[in-house]
């Protein structure tokens, strides 16, 4: 661009820095810097951030906090508290909550003070990485120094003591937030309640909490829905499931696929397959289009049934409308077919798979090792060992199980030495 006369700008430096710190060349970067302050270029947030970013990337910590730093006393930085939250958001995005959490307290101690968003931005950082009591202790500072916090605030406190039962702790929580500080739940945290409650069998709670919601002016959503009929479905309450169906589509919500999945896997679970297909049917003519986690849960439930060979031409079936099956789908039909006593099928489905580009897994393996031990089929076992180690996998427990099964009724010298070995790195007793 430069011996072409074309014009650059600190915006093409910083498409350049950028692409050099993703590409773990800091030393680039930094060099590239020296060239923008040579044109006369003035570098902005951006340009810093992204340097700070590339810095930690290469868990250079001291450097960044060094470099930071020293930007700041030679007032080659003077963010405001928009820059830093930009920044500090930038850090907990890329998985540096410390340094995010280091930026907070340098901010706290300068003139430049962290409002709401920039505490909310850390708090939930600390959350996602199961710091809650970290993020707890935060938001009480915050608090303490006049700031007041806001639902997104709560938010992922709320959903992380959810996830570890703290209930106690919970309901404290939204006292707190509801009743001293008056700030009115929205649809995300109503919902983060609902699947909570709905995940650990209170579905007295979760009824009420969306009673409260419709009470309230904030009313449920399609997940919503979707978290409490997964809790009728875990308690085998499909009536209810079905009602909460009926719900969605009379307040003119579109059901999604994972709504039907959730019906669908719980049909088949109780092997009611028939009204299972029922819903795949409604679910098409609906404009849905299943996904591989719909037809896997079919699969699963024809194999569950013994419908293996109804479950084979289902799959041909799906592939010919231009569904993709991945490494979880084969290995329910191989697991099937082994089970239903068709290990020729299996074994000619096994290699239909590898020609197909997919990568067996050592559970792949597994499966069809033992349908052929099974079905006395020693030889086709012992060989499959082989070449299971060929491709680089190593034997686990369940293989090392299986191996000794193997041994009783093929002399093979090799398996042998592979078996003393699986034994001394102690898979076999894992």
């Known amino acids: 661009m430069s011996s072409r006369k074309i014009d650059v700008d600190i915006i093409t430096f910083n498409i350049a820095i950028n692409c050099c710190c993703h590409s773990n060349r800091v030393d680039y970067a930094f060099s590239l810097l020296l060239s923008a302050f040579k044109r006369g270029f003035v570098p902005d947030v951006f340009t810093y951030t992204t340097l700070i970013r590339g810095l930690l990337s290469q868990h250079k910590s001291a450097e960044a906090r060094l470099f930071f730093t020293n930007l700041i006393k030679l007032n080659e930085l003077q963010p405001n508290v928009v820059a830093y939250s930009t920044m500090i958001n930038g850090l907990c995005k890329t998985g540096h909550t410390e340094m995010a959490l280091w930026l907070l307290r340098f901010m706290e101690k300068s003139e430049c003070k962290p409002n709401t968003v920039t505490y909310t931005t850390v708090i939930d950082s600390l959350c996602q990485h199961g710091l809650v009591d970290d993020a707890l202790i935060l938001q009480s500072e915050m608090m303490e120094k006049g ?5 997104w605030t709560y938010s992922p406190l709320i959903q992380v003591l959810c996830k570890l039962n703290r209930w106690e702790e919970l309901s404290l929580l939204l006292e707190q937030m509801i009743e001293d500080l008056n700030i009115s739940p929205n649809v995300y945290t109503f919902t983060i309640l609902v699947d909570a409650y709905a995940k650990s069998g209170k579905l007295d709670d979760a009824k009420q909490i969306i009673k409260i919601m419709n009470e309230r002016g904030e009313y449920p959503n399609i997940v ?16 209810e499931a079905l009602d909460v169906l009926s719900t969605i589509k009379s307040k003119k919500m579109m059901p999604n696929c994972y709504t039907y999945n959730i019906l669908l896997d719980a049909y088949c679970r109780e092997l009611k397959l028939d009204i299972a297909m029922v819903l795949y049917r409604n679910m098409e003519c609906e404009g849905l289009s299943p996904t591989v986690v719909t037809h896997n849960i079919l699969l699963h439930g024809l194999c569950r049934l013994g419908k293996t060979l109804e479950a084979l031409a289902f799959f041909y079936k799906i592939q010919e409308l231009g569904h993709k099956p991945e490494i979880v789908t084969y290995q329910t039909l191989l697991g099937g077919l082994c089970k239903s006593n068709y290990v020729d099928k299996a074994l000619s489905f096994f290699q239909t798979m590898e020609c197909n580009g997919l990568i067996p897994e050592s559970k792949t393996y597994n499966i069809i090792i033992c349908g052929c031990l099974w079905n006395k089929k020693y030889n086709e076992a012992s060989k499959l060992v082989h070449k299971m180690v060929d491709c680089g996998f190593s034997a686990d427990a369940i293989t090392t199980s299986l191996l000794q099964q193997i041994l009783t009724k093929v002399q093979d010298p090799t398996l042998l030495a592979m078996h003393q070995k699986c034994l001394q790195s102690g898979n076999y007793e894992q």
């Not at 700031?147 to 639902?151: A, E, M, Q, R, S």
């Not at 829905?225 to 009536?239: I, P, R, V």
Request: with cysteine.
């Open 224 to 239: 919503t829905y979707n978290s409490l009929m997964q809790a009728y479905c875990s308690q085998g309450q499909m009536d």
């Open 147 to 151: 700031i007041l916090p806001n639902v």
